[in-house]
C-alpha cells in the first residue's frame, strides 16, 4: 500500500534489460503512464553490466545486437523528447547501489521493469524492492516476457506441469479464458516540453562500444550486421514477412534446413526487440478461427513453438 501512495517527484525512471522495444512493453507503458498523470519526464535507462554478460556467456555477436539495438531504441525515444541514458557499470553487484544514486540525482521516486525469472536476476530484483522502499522510493516489477505469467497454470495435482503437452493444453485454455492476456501495450506518450532542456545532459549520452572482451571484429560487424537487422522495426519487419509467405506452411517446412521454413525471429524475442504477445496475437489475428488451436494447421504450429519460450521460463 505505501509504495502505491509514494508521491511522484520530478521523474519516473524505466529500467530496460531483455525488453529492448517501446510498442507492446508491459513495464515502459506502465512507467509512462505514472508519469503522464504526474505532469513528469518520463526517463529510461539502460545499464551495460560486463559481469552479467560474462555470467550469462553472452556471446559478443549478442551483445552486438544489443548495443545496436540501444541505438535504435534512444532514436525512437528521442522523437518522443524520452532520453535514454545508457552507463556501464564494471561490477554487477553494484549496479542496484547505482540505480538508486541516479534516481536520487533525477528526482525520481519510481522505478518499473519488467521481471526476469532467472535466479540471480529474480534475487537482484527482490533485495531491490526492500532496499528502495527502505529509501523511500517504490521500485514496481511486472511481468511481461510470457504471455501467460508463471504459476498461473497448475496440473490436476496442483503442481507445475512437467510435460509440455498437457501443459500448453492448458496454456492455450487460459488464454481463451482471459483474452486480456493478448491486448498489447502502446508506446509512452510524448514527455512533457521541459524533459529537453531539465535533462539534457542525458539526450547527449551515447552508446558505449562493447567490453574488450566482447568486441567483434569489422569484418565480423559487417557479416553479422546483414544477417540481423537490429531492432524492433526489424523485428516486426520480419513478423510480418514471416506471416505473409511462410506461416502457412510452418508445419511441413520448419525442420527441413535447406528450405528455411522458419520465422527467424528467435534473436529477436530473446533480446525483447519483439515481445511473445505481439507474436502469438498478430499468428493468431491472421487465422481464420480467432482460437490459438484451431484453424491453419501452420499458425497452430508456429504459436505451439512460441509457447515454449513460455513452458521453460514457467519451469525455471
Not at 22 to 38: F, S, T
Not at 163 to 179: E, G, K, M, Q, T
Request: with cysteine.
Amino acid at each position: 500500500g505505501a509504495r502505491k501512495d509514494l508521491p511522484v517527484k520530478d521523474a519516473v525512471v524505466h529500467w530496460f534489460k531483455m525488453d529492448l522495444r517501446c510498442a507492446d512493453n508491459r513495464a515502459l507503458a506502465l512507467a509512462g503512464e505514472k508519469a503522464k498523470e504526474a505532469g513528469v519526464p518520463l526517463i529510461c535507462l539502460y545499464v551495460v553490466s560486463p559481469q552479467d554478460y560474462e555470467a550469462h556467456l553472452r556471446s559478443p555477436v549478442r551483445v552486438d545486437f544489443m548495443l545496436r539495438t540501444l541505438q535504435v531504441l534512444q532514436e525512437d525515444l528521442a522523437k518522443l523528447d524520452i532520453p535514454l541514458y545508457v552507463e556501464t557499470v564494471e561490477r554487477r553487484k553494484k549496479v542496484p547501489d547505482r540505480i538508486l544514486e541516479l534516481m536520487e540525482e533525477w528526482g525520481a521516486s519510481h522505478l518499473f521493469a519488467n521481471i526476469e525469472y532467472e535466479v540471480d536476476e529474480l534475487r537482484r530484483e527482490a533485495h531491490m524492492v526492500h532496499d528502495l522502499s527502505e529509501n523511500g522510493k517504490a521500485f514496481e516489477v511486472v511481468h511481461d516476457s510470457c504471455v501467460v505469467p508463471p504459476g498461473q497454470l497448475h496440473s490436476g495435482s496442483g503442481n507445475q506441469y512437467a510435460v509440455y503437452s498437457p501443459w500448453f493444453r492448458s496454456w492455450v485454455a487460459h488464454i481463451h479464458d482471459n483474452l486480456d492476456l493478448l491486448e498489447l501495450y502502446e508506446p509512452p506518450s510524448k514527455n512533457p516540453d521541459s524533459a529537453r532542456k531539465k535533462f539534457k545532459k542525458l539526450f547527449d549520452c551515447k552508446v558505449p562500444d562493447a567490453p574488450k572482451n566482447k568486441q567483434l571484429s569489422q569484418e565480423e560487424k559487417k557479416r553479422f550486421r546483414a544477417l540481423w537487422p537490429c531492432g524492433e522495426h526489424a523485428a516486426t519487419d520480419r513478423l510480418a514477412k514471416f506471416c505473409e509467405e511462410k506461416i502457412g506452411k510452418y508445419k511441413e517446412k520448419r525442420n527441413i534446413p535447406a528450405d528455411d521454413g522458419t520465422s527467424s525471429l528467435s534473436v529477436h524475442l530473446s533480446s525483447g526487440t519483439i515481445s511473445a504477445r505481439t507474436c502469438v496475437r498478430t499468428a493468431r489475428d491472421r487465422n481464420k478461427t480467432k482460437k490459438l488451436d484451431g484453424g491453419i494447421e501452420g499458425i497452430q504450429t508456429w504459436i505451439s513453438e512460441v509457447a515454449w519460450r513460455d513452458f521453460y521460463k514457467h519451469v525455471l
